[in-house]
C-alpha cells in the first residue's frame, strides 16, 4: 500500500515510467503467437485505422489478409493516412476470451477503470504525436520505441507524416533542449504514461502490444 501511494504520488499525474516485472503475462503471451491468434482469429474481421494523429478512416478486413498484406516493414514515404494499422477498435465479443488472459499493471488512479486496446503491427510503423488520458502501454512480442513530451511542450511535427519519417527527417535535426523523453519498450515491460502527455510511437520490430487506458 506503501509503495503504491508512492508511486501515485511521484509519477501518476507528473511523469512517465517503466515498469519491470510486476505482472506474469506468459500465458497471455503464449495464446499471442502468430499461429495462434491466426488459427483462432484468421478469419475474423478488424477494424483498422489510419496511422496519423486524426485517425479518421476505418477499414474493415479479415484478420488473415491483414497479417498476409499488411505486416510489411513500413515506408519512409507513406503518408499517415495511406498507412491502416490494427489497435483498438477490437471486437470484445469476439477478443475477450483472449483478454481475459491477461493481466494488467495492478496500480489504478483513484476514480478510474481500466479498458482494453490490444494491437498487432509490422517494423516501422507506429501512431505519430498525439495525447489522450492516462494509462499503460505493454509490450507481448517485438520492440517498441516511445517519445514523449508534457503537455505545455507541444511537438515539432506533421499530423500526417508517419513516425518513421518524423524520426529520419526531424528528429536528427532537434537541439538537445527540443528532444522528447525517449524509450524503448521489450517484452514484460510496461510504460506508464501520465493524462495528456503527447507521445508517439514506432514498432521496431512486427510487434504485439496491449495498452490499457484509464478513465
Known amino acids: 500500500q506503501l509503495y503504491l501511494s508512492y508511486l501515485l504520488l511521484r509519477y501518476a499525474f507528473s511523469r512517465p515510467v517503466i515498469l519491470q516485472g510486476i505482472t506474469d503475462n506468459s500465458e497471455f503471451q503464449a495464446q499471442c503467437t502468430k499461429d495462434k491468434l491466426l488459427t483462432r482469429f484468421g478469419d475474423r474481421p478488424v477494424r483498422l485505422s489510419t496511422a496519423n494523429t486524426y485517425s479518421y478512416r476505418k477499414v474493415d478486413l479479415p484478420f488473415q489478409e491483414y497479417v498476409d498484406q499488411l505486416l510489411e516493414p513500413q515506408d519512409r514515404t507513406s503518408l499517415g493516412s495511406e498507412t491502416l494499422y490494427f489497435f483498438g477498435d477490437n471486437n470484445f465479443t469476439e477478443w475477450g476470451p483472449l483478454f481475459q488472459k491477461y493481466t ?107 495498452s490499457t487506458f484509464l478513465g
Open 104 to 210: 494488467p499493471p495492478p496500480f489504478r488512479i483513484p476514480g478510474t477503470t481500466g479498458a482494453y486496446s490490444f494491437g498487432i503491427a509490422g517494423p516501422g510503423s507506429g501512431v505519430p504525436f498525439h495525447w489522450h488520458g492516462p494509462g499503460y502501454s505493454e509490450v507481448i512480442f517485438g520492440r517498441k520505441r516511445w517519445f514523449l513530451y508534457p503537455p505545455e511542450k507541444m511537438p515539432e511535427f506533421h499530423p500526417n507524416r508517419t513516425t518513421l519519417s518524423w524520426l529520419l527527417d526531424t528528429y536528427p535535426f532537434l537541439p538537445s533542449w527540443e528532444k522528447p523523453l525517449e524509450c524503448t519498450i521489450h517484452p514484460g515491460e510496461v510504460l506508464y504514461f501520465p493524462d495528456r502527455w503527447w507521445h508517439a510511437t514506432l514498432n521496431l520490430d512486427t510487434s504485439v502490444f496491449i
